[in-house]
């Protein structure tokens, strides 16, 4: 019961940016978009979040469109360590944060 | 600068006994969140606490599950007379404000039931 769509898996060349898209198209006014990482079974790592502009941090960059319904999470230049599953999440507090399945990226040499 | 730091990493427990997950959260921080997974599967809500109260227990299950932030020491999230269906990883995760702020997530509990 995630209010977010996300492929299940995405493929990446080492080095290369890392595009991962999420559509959140019942998105209320007052929630961010989060996005976290899992890497193995570790906890998992937060990464950004936004309200409505674009984003950027040390990590990544996160780009949210006007309408708000979708957003695109972007490592600029993906190693192998960023193999993970990535988690979109669309909250206006954190004890409503639901993690769904989460895309599972892949970084190949 | 410690982050959200849990024990015990892993847990094996038999039937019907008590298991006890703590959790400390990262220094300064007063709320406190517990999490479920199950294998392949995503985390799953359980309890949000701020500092001896709990504020919303809406994904715990009503009877065996329990959880605490006393005034004074880590969070414990408590199971008792576990069934193999608890088997699962327990995070517990910690942050300075409820809005508009990270979380930062312990490396968890891995409970495992025989």
């Known amino acids: 019961d995630a209010k977010t769509t996300q492929p299940p898996s995405m493929d990446c060349a080492e080095g290369r940016a890392a595009n991962l898209p999420c559509n959140h198209s019942?998105?209320?006014?007052?929630?961010?978009v989060y996005w976290y990482r899992q890497i193995h079974s570790q906890g998992p790592q937060y990464i950004i979040h936004g309200l409505k502009n674009n984003e950027t941090n040390e990590m990544a960059s996160l780009i949210i469109t006007e309408d708000r319904k979708s957003s695109t999470l972007i490592l600029p230049h993906a190693t192998l360590r960023d193999t993970a599953v990535y988690y979109c999440?669309?909250?206006?507090?954190?004890?409503?944060?639901?993690f769904g399945a989460g895309t599972r990226l892949t970084v190949k040499p | 600068n410690a982050g959200v730091m849990q024990n015990p990493r892993h847990l094996v427990r038999r039937r019907g006994q008590e298991a006890r997950l703590r959790c400390s959260p990262v220094k300064g921080h007063s709320h406190v969140y517990w999490y479920r997974q199950l294998p392949e599967e995503g985390l799953k809500f359980m309890v949000y606490l701020q500092k001896e109260n709990i504020i919303d227990e809406s994904g715990m299950p009503k009877e065996r599950f329990s959880a605490e932030f006393p005034k004074e020491g880590p969070s414990i999230l408590r199971i008792q007379q576990v069934v193999r269906g608890d088997s699962a990883a327990y995070f517990c995760a910690s942050s300075m404000d409820r809005l508009n702020t990270e979380a930062f997530f312990g490396q968890g509990t891995r409970l495992t039931v025989v």
């Open positions: 019942t998105i209320s006014g007052n929630e961010y």
């Open positions: 999440i669309v909250t206006a507090n954190n004890n409503d944060m639901r």
